[in-house]
Protein backbone atom coordinates (compact mmCIF):
# COMPACT_ATOMS: atom_id res chain seq x y z
CA UNK A 1 0.00 0.00 0.00
CA UNK A 2 1.27 3.19 -1.43
CA UNK A 3 1.59 6.20 1.49
CA UNK A 4 -1.18 8.18 0.00
CA UNK A 5 -3.36 4.95 -0.16
CA UNK A 6 -2.64 4.55 3.42
CA UNK A 7 -3.16 8.15 4.03
CA UNK A 8 -6.70 7.86 2.52
CA UNK A 9 -7.78 4.71 4.21
CA UNK A 10 -6.82 6.64 7.74
CA UNK A 11 -8.66 9.81 6.83
CA UNK A 12 -11.81 7.81 5.88
CA UNK A 13 -11.50 5.68 8.98
CA UNK A 14 -11.54 9.18 11.21
CA UNK A 15 -14.40 10.79 9.36
CA UNK A 16 -16.55 7.20 9.93
CA UNK A 17 -15.27 7.17 13.40
CA UNK A 18 -16.45 10.68 14.05
CA UNK A 19 -19.74 10.18 12.08
CA UNK A 20 -21.15 7.38 14.42
CA UNK A 21 -19.70 9.51 17.79
CA UNK A 22 -21.95 12.23 16.28
CA UNK A 23 -24.76 9.60 15.95
CA UNK A 24 -24.16 8.66 18.94
CA UNK A 25 -24.10 12.15 20.71
CA UNK A 26 -27.88 12.60 18.94
CA UNK A 27 -28.85 9.21 20.39
CA UNK A 28 -28.18 9.93 24.02
CA UNK A 29 -29.65 13.42 23.57
CA UNK A 30 -32.95 12.30 22.51
CA UNK A 31 -33.52 9.66 25.59
CA UNK A 32 -36.18 10.75 27.61
CA UNK A 33 -35.44 11.57 30.50
CA UNK A 34 -36.93 8.70 32.62
CA UNK A 35 -34.89 6.65 30.55
CA UNK A 36 -31.59 7.83 30.74
CA UNK A 37 -30.84 7.00 34.30
CA UNK A 38 -28.85 9.13 36.90
CA UNK A 39 -27.99 12.30 36.58
CA UNK A 40 -23.92 12.60 36.30
CA UNK A 41 -24.21 14.92 39.50
CA UNK A 42 -26.31 11.93 41.55
CA UNK A 43 -29.36 14.18 41.62
CA UNK A 44 -31.93 13.98 38.70
CA UNK A 45 -32.55 16.93 36.35
CA UNK A 46 -35.59 18.62 36.59
CA UNK A 47 -36.71 17.46 33.19
CA UNK A 48 -36.69 13.98 34.88
CA UNK A 49 -37.70 15.35 38.37
CA UNK A 50 -41.32 16.39 36.35
CA UNK A 51 -41.32 13.04 34.25
CA UNK A 52 -44.21 10.48 35.49
CA UNK A 53 -44.07 7.18 33.82
CA UNK A 54 -46.83 4.74 34.72
CA UNK A 55 -47.37 1.88 33.13
CA UNK A 56 -51.64 0.79 32.17
CA UNK A 57 -50.32 -1.47 35.11
CA UNK A 58 -50.46 0.52 37.78
CA UNK A 59 -52.95 0.88 40.25
CA UNK A 60 -55.42 4.20 39.87
CA UNK A 61 -54.53 6.60 43.46
CA UNK A 62 -58.36 6.42 43.62
CA UNK A 63 -58.89 3.38 44.22
CA UNK A 64 -59.77 2.44 47.66
CA UNK A 65 -57.31 0.61 49.99
CA UNK A 66 -57.65 -3.56 50.96
CA UNK A 67 -58.79 -6.29 49.22
CA UNK A 68 -60.48 -5.33 46.22
CA UNK A 69 -61.67 -5.65 42.62
CA UNK A 70 -60.87 -1.95 40.65
CA UNK A 71 -62.70 -1.61 37.07
CA UNK A 72 -61.57 1.55 35.29
CA UNK A 73 -64.70 2.60 33.18
CA UNK A 74 -62.33 4.91 30.82
CA UNK A 75 -59.31 2.28 30.38
CA UNK A 76 -61.14 -0.49 30.39
CA UNK A 77 -59.01 -2.04 32.83
CA UNK A 78 -59.71 -4.35 36.07
CA UNK A 79 -57.17 -4.89 38.77
CA UNK A 80 -57.57 -7.28 41.14
CA UNK A 81 -55.89 -5.72 44.35
CA UNK A 82 -54.71 -7.87 47.29
CA UNK A 83 -55.04 -6.87 51.17
CA UNK A 84 -52.00 -5.86 50.82
CA UNK A 85 -53.08 -3.42 48.57
CA UNK A 86 -50.40 -5.02 46.41
CA UNK A 87 -51.90 -6.11 42.36
CA UNK A 88 -52.15 -9.54 42.28
CA UNK A 89 -53.21 -9.25 38.45
CA UNK A 90 -54.86 -6.56 35.89
CA UNK A 91 -56.11 -7.23 32.57
CA UNK A 92 -58.10 -5.41 29.98
CA UNK A 93 -62.27 -5.64 29.56
CA UNK A 94 -64.74 -5.04 26.70
CA UNK A 95 -66.95 -3.01 28.59
CA UNK A 96 -71.40 -3.89 27.73
CA UNK A 97 -73.73 -1.10 26.47
CA UNK A 98 -74.36 -0.10 29.97
CA UNK A 99 -72.24 1.38 32.31
CA UNK A 100 -72.33 1.25 36.00
CA UNK A 101 -71.68 4.40 37.54
CA UNK A 102 -68.04 4.97 39.61
CA UNK A 103 -69.00 4.06 43.12
CA UNK A 104 -68.02 0.98 45.89
CA UNK A 105 -70.08 -2.35 44.96
CA UNK A 106 -69.92 -5.43 46.29
CA UNK A 107 -70.16 -8.59 44.66
CA UNK A 108 -73.66 -10.30 44.76
CA UNK A 109 -74.34 -13.21 43.12
CA UNK A 110 -71.92 -15.60 40.67
CA UNK A 111 -72.66 -18.03 37.59
CA UNK A 112 -70.37 -20.61 36.55
CA UNK A 113 -71.74 -20.76 33.40
CA UNK A 114 -74.77 -19.27 31.58
CA UNK A 115 -75.92 -17.32 28.42
CA UNK A 116 -75.30 -13.59 27.85
CA UNK A 117 -78.15 -11.97 27.15
CA UNK A 118 -76.41 -11.31 24.00
CA UNK A 119 -76.99 -14.78 23.03
CA UNK A 120 -73.14 -15.61 23.58
CA UNK A 121 -72.68 -18.69 26.35
CA UNK A 122 -70.48 -17.68 28.69
CA UNK A 123 -68.53 -18.37 32.18
CA UNK A 124 -67.52 -17.41 35.48
CA UNK A 125 -70.26 -14.49 35.81
CA UNK A 126 -69.40 -12.51 38.52
CA UNK A 127 -72.64 -9.64 38.87
CA UNK A 128 -72.29 -6.53 41.11
CA UNK A 129 -74.90 -4.51 40.71
CA UNK A 130 -77.61 -3.56 38.06
CA UNK A 131 -78.42 -0.50 35.69
CA UNK A 132 -82.32 0.36 34.50
CA UNK A 133 -82.97 -3.41 34.99
CA UNK A 134 -80.02 -4.65 33.36
CA UNK A 135 -77.89 -6.55 35.43
CA UNK A 136 -73.80 -5.67 35.37
CA UNK A 137 -70.69 -7.99 36.07
CA UNK A 138 -67.86 -9.92 34.54
CA UNK A 139 -67.38 -12.75 32.30
CA UNK A 140 -65.76 -14.75 30.31
CA UNK A 141 -67.05 -15.47 26.23
CA UNK A 142 -66.70 -19.43 25.70
CA UNK A 143 -68.34 -19.43 22.18
CA UNK A 144 -70.51 -17.76 19.50
CA UNK A 145 -73.54 -16.70 20.36
CA UNK A 146 -76.63 -19.55 20.22
CA UNK A 147 -79.13 -17.03 18.55
CA UNK A 148 -78.44 -13.08 17.06
CA UNK A 149 -79.55 -10.93 20.43
CA UNK A 150 -82.83 -9.15 19.80
CA UNK A 151 -82.40 -5.86 17.71
CA UNK A 152 -81.88 -3.25 21.02
CA UNK A 153 -80.89 -5.75 23.60
CA UNK A 154 -78.73 -3.83 26.26
CA UNK A 155 -75.76 -5.68 28.06
CA UNK A 156 -74.47 -4.74 31.07
CA UNK A 157 -71.50 -8.42 30.25
CA UNK A 158 -68.10 -6.96 30.74
CA UNK A 159 -65.97 -9.54 28.93
CA UNK A 160 -62.57 -10.77 29.72
CA UNK A 161 -60.43 -13.29 27.91
CA UNK A 162 -61.13 -17.05 29.82
CA UNK A 163 -58.24 -16.58 31.75
CA UNK A 164 -58.63 -13.40 33.23
CA UNK A 165 -62.22 -14.49 33.83
CA UNK A 166 -61.02 -17.57 35.75
CA UNK A 167 -58.67 -15.39 37.79
CA UNK A 168 -61.41 -12.74 38.72
CA UNK A 169 -63.97 -15.69 39.22
CA UNK A 170 -61.09 -17.02 41.87
CA UNK A 171 -60.82 -13.77 43.41
CA UNK A 172 -64.16 -12.32 43.67
CA UNK A 173 -66.07 -14.49 45.56
CA UNK A 174 -69.71 -12.93 47.23
CA UNK A 175 -69.34 -9.93 48.93
CA UNK A 176 -65.86 -8.51 47.81
CA UNK A 177 -65.53 -5.19 46.71
CA UNK A 178 -65.92 -4.05 43.64
CA UNK A 179 -64.90 -0.90 42.96
CA UNK A 180 -65.90 1.47 39.67
CA UNK A 181 -63.87 4.40 38.73
CA UNK A 182 -63.58 6.83 35.65
Same mark, same amino acid.
Given at each position: ?44 SAATAKTSTR ?33 ? @???? =? $??? +??? &? ?6 ? #? !? @???? =? $??? +??? &? ?6 ? #? !? ?52
Amino acid at each position: MTSSSAGFVAGLTVVALAGVGFLAYQASASVPADLAGPHPSGTPSAATAKTSTRSPADLPAASGKGKRVVYSLGKGQVWLVGGDNKVR @RTFK =V $TPG +DLD &PAPDTYAV #T !S @RSNS =V $TGT +DGT &PIEHVVRF #T !SVDGVTVGFSAAVGAPKSAPAPKVRTGGIRESRADGDALWRFATIGERVVVIR
